[in-house]
């Protein structure tokens, strides 16, 4: 097949580095005579035809913008029958031969259903700040992630320190601990919470009474949004301890900002990967980097990955607490 326009959307949750994945695309399209169409939020976009044609100087000045330039959206639409049959007749009625679909395990569902259903080419970048996909060390905005969600507890510390209290500070991460464990490791936090263990409010309650009886003045607890909430967490310490406990919830400060450095480069190079693999003829599959090698894997099993790093994080903020 002969590819003569590629389509590009950004699905789900925004993410820092984003941009530069459309702006590598667009560009990398264009040196090999590929046309570029973007899709203006998501799969909706999609459904509703919302469709726009994408030049080199229209993704000029983004590599360093957070956010994405043709908007994200979750579409409940499209998880149904007439919704998916819409987004493919769009798809042809705009003359894209192939789709590269950026975000995460959600959009690699939609981006699956129209691969295996219609036999749309798709290939799908790994877009989510979780960094909970399969086939990358990697994903794009991570980093960023957790740059920023250190920066504010850094400032956080200095009250905490100042003002001899606990503060609970609640990260993204619903179904991931991933940000969690990066930003109280390198925090210097005492104790996280994150949805793949359990966590004992009497061990975590003792273990705060102990360390203020030994002249320990201020307690940091990073807790992933998915394992619990900052404000309950607080209120539990506070009635079981004694001890004045303030909550902090980052919420969506962590999506934006200024792409670091890591996360321009990672967006750029796959965003490139994914130009060639759909020129050459290859689609269904994910693009990601192992070990700063770009890897490409089945689009099935690029879903979910489990974090092999847990426990050793654990038994270190334990150590270091």
Same mark, same amino acid.
């Given at each position: 097949m002969s590819f003569k326009k590629i389509g590009v959307l950004t699905s789900g949750g925004d993410g820092p580095g984003m941009n530069a994945a459309i702006r590598s $695309? !667009?560009?990398?399209?264009?040196?090999?005579?590929? /046309?570029?169409?973007?899709?203006?939020?998501?799969?909706?976009?999609?459904?509703?035809?919302? @469709?726009?044609?994408?030049?080199?100087?229209? @993704?000029? &000045? $983004?590599? &360093?913008?957070?956010? =994405?330039?043709?908007? =994200? #959206?979750?579409? /409940?639409a499209f998880k149904t029958e007439d919704g998916q049959k819409a987004a493919a007749a769009a798809i042809?009625?705009?003359?894209?031969?192939?789709?590269?679909?950026?975000?995460?395990?959600?959009?690699?569902r939609g981006a699956q259903d129209l691969y295996e259903k219609y036999h749309i080419p798709v290939i799908c970048l790994p877009g989510t700040i979780d960094n909970d996909l399969y086939g990358t060390d990697q994903t794009i905005g991570c980093q960023t992630a957790v740059n920023t969600a250190l920066d504010a507890i850094d400032k956080i510390r200095d009250t905490a320190h100042s003002m001899e209290r606990i503060f609970v500070i609640e990260v993204m991460g619903n179904r991931s601990g991933y940000i969690a464990l990066e930003v109280a490791v390198g925090a210097g936090a005492e104790d996280v919470l994150i949805p793949e263990r359990k966590f004992d409010y009497e061990v975590l309650c003792r273990n705060i009474v102990e360390g203020n009886q030994k002249g320990k003045i201020s307690w940091m607890i990073v807790a992933a949004e998915g394992a619990a909430k900052a404000p309950e967490v607080a209120a539990k310490i506070h009635a079981m301890t004694g001890l004045? =406990?303030?909550?902090?919830?980052?919420?969506?400060?962590?999506?934006?900002?200024?792409?670091?450095?890591?996360? %321009? $480069?990672? #967006? =750029?190079?796959?965003?490139?990967k994914a130009v060639?693999?759909?020129? /050459?003829?290859?689609?269904?599959? #994910?693009?990601?980097?192992?070990? &700063?090698?770009?890897?490409? @894997?089945?689009?099935?099993? #690029?879903?979910? %990955?489990? &974090?092999?790093? !847990?426990?050793?994080?654990?038994?270190?903020?334990?150590?270091?607490?």
């Open positions: $695309i !667009v560009r990398c399209g264009l040196s090999r005579g590929v /046309e570029a169409a973007g899709v203006i939020r998501g799969f909706q976009g999609l459904i509703d035809g919302d @469709v726009i044609s994408l030049g080199h100087r229209s @993704v000029s &000045n $983004i590599i &360093n913008r957070g956010g =994405t330039i043709l908007k =994200t #959206a979750r579409s /409940e042809k009625k705009f003359g894209i031969d192939g789709l590269i679909v950026i975000g995460g395990d959600g959009s690699y004045e =406990t303030r909550f902090v919830v980052l919420g969506h400060i962590q999506r934006g900002g200024v792409p670091v450095g890591a996360d %321009r $480069i990672l #967006a =750029t190079r796959l965003g490139a060639d693999l759909l020129v /050459e003829g290859v689609s269904g599959k #994910a693009v990601g980097v192992l070990e &700063n090698e770009i890897n490409v @894997v089945d689009l099935p099993n #690029a879903c979910k %990955r489990e &974090n092999k790093h !847990v426990d050793e994080y654990l038994r270190l903020i334990k150590i270091l607490r």
